[in-house]
């Protein structure tokens, strides 16, 4: 896995939902993010923002799994295996072939494994490292909390398998699932068979972990950073303003806040430029320059 060529954009949505089911409403609060009537085909600036999300939950999540301790990790696959002792190591992949049952993917440079099921578990796994994630479903739960898809890791990253054949293959992967530790697990939504209804909750609320805490701030130093980026967008005083290089030269650092029912927010001003973006107050090439100050290097399809 590299950073390199993750998150290579792509303007092709995951899925299109019909105008009559989504609302007008909707509908109209997403057009920015495509750039036809038939919300067919992403819009440039969804690229950018949707790739600089990306990249930031890319560069999150590396650093937390530099965080994790590797006995720790060990010792919860041990307690996985235990737990459900049908799991063997694989040694050839192609003895699973039209095999039905469960798996457990091990990304030991990452201390990271993945608990899957399959009518054939030789073929998904190998749909699991020659596969990419849609563009559009990179980031799921936020910036700081999504998990890194796991069809992201390549072949040599998956350095040990383990598997199991069972007929009823969706309980085998719920238990193993149950028994992983979320904090090494690359699970996004929990295992099992799960109905329509149950994976659109599972969608709608995706398993996160904190990859950063933030530095300490108020709601009123959020208040005031967003005053900070509205005033620069909106500074006048000078034809010759260089706004966006005025941006690029912000402390983009992670803040932690509170709000006043308690619940904690994590957020930068690189968080309220992109949304300064979503909202038409920059421009495709203001947007794309701004990402090359900091440090980015831009990539169109």
């Known amino acids: 896995m590299s950073r390199a060529i993750y998150g290579y954009p792509n303007r092709k949505p995951h899925e299109r939902m019909p105008r009559e089911l989504v609302g007008e409403t909707l509908w109209h609060d997403v057009a920015w993010a495509y750039r036809d009537a038939l919300n067919a085909e992403h819009s440039d600036m969804y690229l950018l923002v949707q790739r600089d ?151 709608a609320h995706p398993r996160g972990r904190g990859h950063v805490d933030g530095t300490e701030a108020t709601e009123a130093d959020l208040d005031a950073a967003y005053a900070q980026v509205d005033g620069i967008l909106g500074d006048t005083r000078s034809p010759n303003a260089d706004v966006v290089a005025e941006l690029a030269r912000l402390d983009m650092a992670v803040h932690l806040s509170r709000r006043k029912d308690g619940a904690t927010r994590l957020w930068s001003r690189r968080d309220i430029i992109n949304h300064a973006a979503v909202r038409g107050e920059l421009t495709v090439p203001q947007f794309e320059r701004f990402l090359t100050l900091v440090g980015e290097t831009v990539v169109w399809p």
């Not at 990306?54 to 994790?68: E, H, I, K, V, W």
């Open 53 to 203: 999300r990306a990249l930031r939950n890319f560069d999150l999540s590396l650093r937390y799994f530099g965080t994790l301790d590797r006995n720790g990790f060990e010792e919860s696959l041990e307690h996985l295996l235990v737990k459900v002792k049908s799991l063997k190591p694989v040694e050839r992949l192609d003895d699973w072939v039209g095999a039905d049952g469960a798996y457990v993917m091990v990304f030991d440079g990452y201390k990271q494994l993945y608990v899957g099921q399959s009518s054939d578990i030789r073929r998904r796994i190998r749909a699991h490292w020659s596969g990419r994630k849609s563009f559009d479903r990179l980031v799921f739960g936020g910036v700081y909390r999504s998990i890194l898809p796991v069809d992201e890791f390549r072949a040599f990253d998956n350095t040990r398998i383990f598997a199991a054949r069972s007929r009823n293959r969706h309980w085998l992967e719920e238990r193993a699932e149950r028994a992983a530790d979320p904090r090494y697990t690359l699970n996004r939504i929990s295992g099992g068979e799960l109905s329509p209804f149950a994976m659109m909750i599972a969608a």
